[in-house]
């Protein structure tokens, strides 16, 4: 009786329908939906599961159309940048790496200037090398050939390198006459040809003298001295000493050289004197006009 009178009421009150709706209190339909027995008590079935997967379905679609709209805005740009790069000119790195020039000739050895001669040292170890030749078979003989040398040449006495030394002043004089025939005869093409390989490989290109310099200003009677002093005895003596905690050899020697120049007398320099002051006046007749600038 008492779930008649609820139903009746319910009924005939439709504000009281819509705020149960809301506030999820028991309804009509809710009672209609279950069926009461002398077994069973009533059941209230409540549509919120339904409500809620409603309401939350058309959010989900918005968002997805947002994206999606984005994305579409997005894609024009894309297509914007895909023609720009269609046009822009391929890279020439590909035809930089396919066209390599190549090297430049070489210049044959009877074109190219002559080779400075070696030094003592590398005299003896020469000669050493042409005797020896038959027991010279691997890298590694060479290796211990060269260390046999250099054992033996710091073993020597000064008399004993002289020979060697007097051989390397000949062969200085000597190639001092080739290089200047052979600047007479060179041509600019061949010098460029040969400046192009150098560079090639690494090297310092060579330059043509200048014409003057068959007339050098004459050196002073002190640098006189010094080549002099060179190569004494006590000169070689100080280079082979090599680098010490002075300097190099070749600072030690100018550096002794100086000591002794101050020390001498006028009478031990009048050689030196004599011979700039004789070239000197050479040199001022066959340039006048330097000789009235200076």
Excluded: C
């Amino acid at each position: 009786m008492l779930s008649l009178f609820a139903r009746h009421i319910a009924s005939h009150l439709p504000v009281l329908r819509t705020n149960v709706l809301s506030s999820s209190v028991l309804t009509a339909s809710a009672f209609v939906a279950t069926r009461r027995t002398f077994f069973t008590t009533r059941r209230i079935q409540l549509p919120a599961a339904a409500s809620k997967s409603a309401s939350t379905t058309p959010k989900k679609t918005t968002k997805k159309t947002t994206k999606k709209t984005t994305t579409t805005k997005a894609a024009p740009k894309k297509a914007k940048a895909t023609k720009e790069a269609k046009s822009k000119p391929k890279s020439t790195a590909t035809s930089k790496k396919t066209v390599e020039r190549p090297p430049p000739k070489r210049v044959p050895k009877s074109e190219q200037p002559p080779s400075r001669p070696p030094n003592g040292y590398l005299l003896f170890f020469s000669r050493l090398v042409q005797d020896r030749r038959s027991d010279i078979k691997t890298a590694t003989d060479t290796q211990d050939l060269a260390k046999e040398a250099a054992t033996m040449w710091n073993g020597f006495t000064l008399a004993e390198k002289q020979p060697y030394y007097n051989e390397v002043e000949v062969l200085k004089k000597q190639y001092e006459e080739k290089l200047d025939e052979y600047w007479k005869s060179a041509s600019p093409k061949t010098l460029r040809e040969i400046n192009a390989r150098r560079k090639h490989d690494g090297r310092n290109k060579i330059h043509r003298p200048h014409q003057e310099n068959h007339y050098k200003r004459p050196k002073g009677p002190f640098f006189r001295f010094i080549e002099h002093f060179r190569q004494s005895d006590d000169g070689r003596t100080i280079q082979e000493a090599g680098v010490t905690a002075t300097g190099r050899g070749a600072v030690n020697v100018a550096r002794e050289a100086g000591v002794r120049w101050r020390a001498m007398s006028a009478s031990d320099k009048a050689p030196y004197v004599e011979a700039y002051q004789k070239e000197h006046t050479d040199w001022q007749a066959n340039h006048p006009s330097k000789s009235a600038s200076s």
